[in-house]
Structure formats: C-alpha cells, structure tokens
Antibody, heavy 121, light 111 residues
Framework: QLQLQESGPGLVKPSETLSLICTVSGGSISSSSHFWGWIRQPPGKGLEWIGSIFYSGSTSYNPSLKSRVTISVDTSKNQFSLKLNSVTAADTAVYYC?????????????WGQGTVVTVSS | QSVLTQPPSVSGAPGQRVTISCTGSSSNIGSGYDVHWYQQLPGTAPKLLIYGNNNRPSGVPDRFSGSRSGTSASLAITGLQAEDEADYYCQSYDNSLSAWVFGGGTKLTIL
C-alpha cells in the first residue's frame, strides 16, 4: 500500500524559507506513470495546488506561487521536497503531499496525512 | 476566490438526497477536463471520492455519484448517513492557468 508522509518544521519565521519533505513508501518515486505534488490548506479554507514534480526533475508550479516555490526530488531516498521562500502569515496552512498519474486529467489519488506549518515570529 | 465555484454549505436529513454543484468555465470543465471529487472528514486529509467525472474508487459506496455537463459538474449523495458529514471539494485542470484547480469546498451537514 502506497504511503506518503510529510515532515519538517512546524514553525517558520516571516521572511524565511519553509522547507518540507515528503517520504514515499510502498512504491517507487521513480515511476514513469506519476507526478508528485504539494497541496496546501490554510486554516478554515479550501485546497490550493502548489506544484508537482516528475521523477526526472521536471516541474510544474502554480502561477500564483511560482516566484517563491522550488520542488525537487531525491530518487535515492524516495523523497521529494518543497521550499517556499519569503513566507508571510498567509502561508500558514496544512501542507499535503500527494500522488497523481501523469496526465492532466487524472486526480490526486494518494495523500499524506498533512503537516501543519505556522508562520510567526 | 476559487477558479471552481461550489456552494459553501448544503444540508440534508438522514436518508435524503443532496447534490453539490461545481461551476467552472471554458478553460477548465468546459474544455472537457475531467472533474474529481474529494471528501475531507474533520481533521483528516482529503480522500478521493469520485474520479473522471463519475467513477468511484474501490471501497466508495454507490450512494455517491458524479456527473459533468458543459462548464459544470455535480456530486450526488443518496441515502444520507451521519458519517457523510464532511467537506467536499471538486477539482479539475485549467488550461489558461496551466494549473490544477480546486473548488472552494462545500460543508455537508446532516440534520
């Protein structure tokens, strides 16, 4: 059974960089059939796609966050990571990692449990 | 403001039927991109409920069904049960944004 697990600091100071890792188990991140993505949910609000990566390192980002986001992959560790720089309180959210088949029409079929990140001094 | 528009809330009594709408535009649902639905129980991660407009993953009861027409989609839940109380989100792809987009979510309350 595929599992995804987010990890990283729960508290980040304003203007600093948020860094999270998603560890994939029960399957290979080097699958040619899947993207690996990050999605966030601010408190009491809806879901927002942040960006996705293919095992080769090819990325796609939400235009609204593109200038601040970097997603990378480490196939040797079966992990992918998220960096969001210059954070503000508006970046406070639950951050999820998820898997998606390599077609724009496919859903996010496996999700991590999510990790809470608070931006505060 | 979300690219896909959902009603903030719906409600129904046990055993009744409710529908949740998801309205998009010509650059997403209207372009023929599939719509997917997720159920988010309180304090948990979203779970895929309906994929490809009207398909249910293994384990999802047939009380849940989806449809798509034009620039909109709908999720129908029949025989409402207390355990259905959750937030529901639609999702598709938008070719003008080159981004996967979600609806704002609909809170289902069981009366």
């Amino acid at each position: 059974q595929l599992q995804l697990q987010e990890s990283g600091p729960g508290l980040v100071k304003p203007s600093e960089t948020l860094s999270l890792i998603c560890t994939v188990s029960g399957g290979s991140i080097s699958s040619s059939s899947h993207f690996w993505g990050w999605i966030r949910q601010p408190p009491g609000k809806g879901l927002e796609w942040i960006g996705s990566i293919f095992y080769s390192g090819s990325t796609s980002y939400n235009p609204s966050l593109k200038s601040r986001v970097t997603i990378s992959v480490d196939t040797s560790k079966n992990q992918f990571s998220l960096k969001l720089n210059s954070v503000t309180a508006a970046d406070t959210a639950v951050y999820y990692c998820a898997r998606q088949e390599v077609t724009v029409t496919k859903p996010f079929d496996y999700w991590g449990q999510g990790t809470v990140v608070t931006v505060s001094s | 403001q979300s690219v896909l528009t959902q009603p903030p809330s719906v409600s129904g009594a046990p055993g009744q039927r409710v529908t949740i709408s998801c309205t998009g535009s010509s650059s997403n649902i209207g372009s023929g991109y599939d719509v997917h639905w997720y159920q988010q129980l309180p304090g948990t991660a979203p779970k895929l409920l309906i994929y490809g407009n009207n398909n249910r993953p293994s384990g999802v009861p047939d009380r849940f069904s989806g449809s798509r027409s034009g620039t909109s989609a709908s999720l129908a839940i029949t025989g409402l049960q207390a355990e259905d109380e959750a937030d529901y989100y639609c999702q598709s792809y938008d070719n003008s944004l080159s981004a996967w987009v979600f609806g704002g979510g609909t809170k289902l309350t069981i009366l």
